[in-house]
């Protein structure tokens, strides 16, 4: 009788020790822009290699889709890849009285995407504000060939969108763009289609021509490689932020200063993004 008495009691203190390591193991959640997710999923995976007791789940969405999230306290890290909206952080405010916290954790340079077929070697930002805005619809004006030119983008949750539209658009996208819930589908896309043009982030940058962009007709054009996004030469140069509602702190602060070490800023190079200084 006492030999089944102690063994309960040992099993009950296993139950509780279990239960309380398990409470201790905070999982960190991180959602937002479908830019920032290979990178994200990779410093996630190497983290938690790393570290067996850490728990951190990344999922995408857009990044006005994760900062909704760190709004509404659904997400811990919101991934971004534009900065945060004067509206979003009066919200954050109203609701938790605090402005954020913003984190630069990578720079990208926004990649105009060609077939690769494509004879057109370079655009200047007012170029690509004429085609995506309909003014030239064929890329013989550009000296490409004769053919009606297709437009690519990403839908207007993603803060790639919001970002192209304010700093290279500068105006409404033509009714004619088709919007894909992706970068690696306008990739994907443009991959497919002689005729097609397509922008997004660097890392996805993959069996497509790269276009060399010029801030003018009087500039070079620079492709956007390591060298000219460090120093901001590529015109369509961004950072790429992890937004929290407060300061950092315990589980969570050990990541995000484990992802601003040199060895997270690694990671960001292995993906095909560019590190912070």
């Not at 020790?17 to 920032?36: E, H, P, R, V, Y």
């Amino acid at each position: 009788m006492k030999k089944q008495k102690m063994s309960f009691i040992i099993a009950l203190a296993v139950i509780f020790f279990t239960g309380a390591a398990f409470m201790l193991q905070k999982k960190i959640t991180i959602k937002g822009s479908d830019t920032m997710v290979i990178l994200a999923q990779r410093w996630a995976e190497i983290y938690m290699k790393q570290h067996p007791d850490a728990s951190i789940q990344v999922t995408g969405g857009g990044s006005g889709v994760g900062i909704a999230a760190l709004i509404n306290g659904t997400t811990d890290i919101a991934n971004s890849s534009r900065p945060i909206k004067k509206s979003e952080i009066e919200k954050l405010k109203s609701r938790y009285n605090t402005l954020g916290v913003e984190i630069p954790c990578a720079k990208d340079g926004i990649t105009v995407y060609l077939h690769e077929s494509n004879p057109v070697a370079e655009l200047s930002v007012k170029q690509l504000s004429d085609i995506y805005t309909a003014k030239v619809t064929n890329w013989k004006e550009l000296g490409g060939p004769d053919a009606k030119i297709t437009l690519y983008g990403r839908e207007n949750s993603s803060g790639t969108y919001v970002y192209f539209k304010e700093a290279v658009v500068k105006a409404d996208y033509a009714a004619s763009c088709q919007t894909l819930p992706g970068t690696a589908a306008v990739v994907n896309a443009v991959k497919k289609d002689k005729y097609g043009i397509g922008y997004g982030g660097a890392a996805y940058a993959e069996g497509v021509k790269h276009c060399m962009v010029k801030k003018d007709d009087k500039s070079p054009a620079y492709l956007p490689t390591t060298e000219n996004v460090a120093k901001n030469m590529y015109p369509i140069t961004r950072y790429l932020y992890m937004y929290m509602r407060n300061r950092p702190t315990g589980d969570t602060k050990k990541f995000v200063d484990w992802v601003l070490s040199p060895e997270g800023q690694k990671v960001v190079s292995g993906v095909g993004y560019f590190p912070v200084k």
